[in-house]
């Protein structure tokens, strides 16, 4: 009884986690400190000013938010370099086919991201035309695990939270998913993902 089916980008659709972290990596060393992929984990699924604060705890440093803001906007920077490489054999296993086969069965698909960069990497991955509606870091203000952004995206696909699955690799992802009052599929570790209605290792396993 699924009507829509609402997609995280990052860490579902294609694995950006590793750009994102050369990029934080780089500006960390700039700073004078390293930053490591254990680090990264905490990195995921949370809005990019809140990244470089967790950044910036782990340095033990401090700035002005002008400098934060200058900060976000090089590592962005940086980011884009990496992503504007971006290909559609990058998507990970499985996405084109279950988006595809989601559509043929005339289920609505959304994005509900954190990220600012969402329409670019679609672009890239030539997937735009596959979603009817893109909710990301430029529409909402609430970040994950607050549901604004599934919330924004299930009325944009005009469909009540009960018709709606969430697909999300972060935990907070998924607290948002459930706050919003929809199933959610986790992706990635059982563990991990505890408060998940089921969780699968990617959507490759969904295909039927
Ligand atoms: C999320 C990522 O999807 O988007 C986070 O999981 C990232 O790691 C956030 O910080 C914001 O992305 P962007 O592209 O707007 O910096
Ligand atoms: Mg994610």
Redesign the pocket.
């Known amino acids: 009884n699924m009507k829509g089916a609402i997609f995280?980008?990052?860490?579902v659709i294609v694995d950006?986690?590793k750009y994102?972290y050369l990029a934080w990596a780089s500006l960390a060393d700039e700073l004078g400190f390293t930053f490591t992929e254990e680090d990264?984990e905490r990195?995921?699924?949370?809005?990019?000013m809140?990244?470089l604060d967790i950044l910036l705890e782990v340095g033990g440093l401090q700035f002005e938010e002008a400098e934060k803001l200058a900060m976000?906007e090089k590592?962005?920077r940086l980011?884009?370099e990496y992503?504007s490489k971006l290909e559609e054999s990058e998507l990970l296993p499985g996405v084109k086919e279950y988006l595809t086969g989601l559509r043929t069965r005339g289920i609505g698909i959304a994005l509900g991201?954190?990220?600012?960069?969402?329409e670019f990497?679609l672009n890239k991955l030539n997937i735009t035309d596959l979603f009817d509606a893109v909710v990301?870091?430029n529409k909402v203000s609430l970040a994950k695990p607050d549901p604004e952004v599934f919330l924004i995206a299930g009325q944009e696909l005009g469909l009540q939270p009960d018709e709606c699955v969430v697909f999300e690799?972060?935990e907070a992802?998924v607290q948002a998913g459930k706050a919003a009052g929809m199933k959610v599929v986790g992706i990635g570790k059982p563990e991990v993902l505890k408060e998940a209605d089921m969780v699968v290792k990617g959507l490759y396993e969904l295909l039927s």
């Open positions: 995280d980008l990052d860490g950006t986690a994102h990264n990195l995921k699924g949370v809005s990019r809140r990244s976000a590592k962005n980011y884009v992503i991201s954190a990220s600012k960069n969402a990497i990301d870091g690799d972060a992802g």
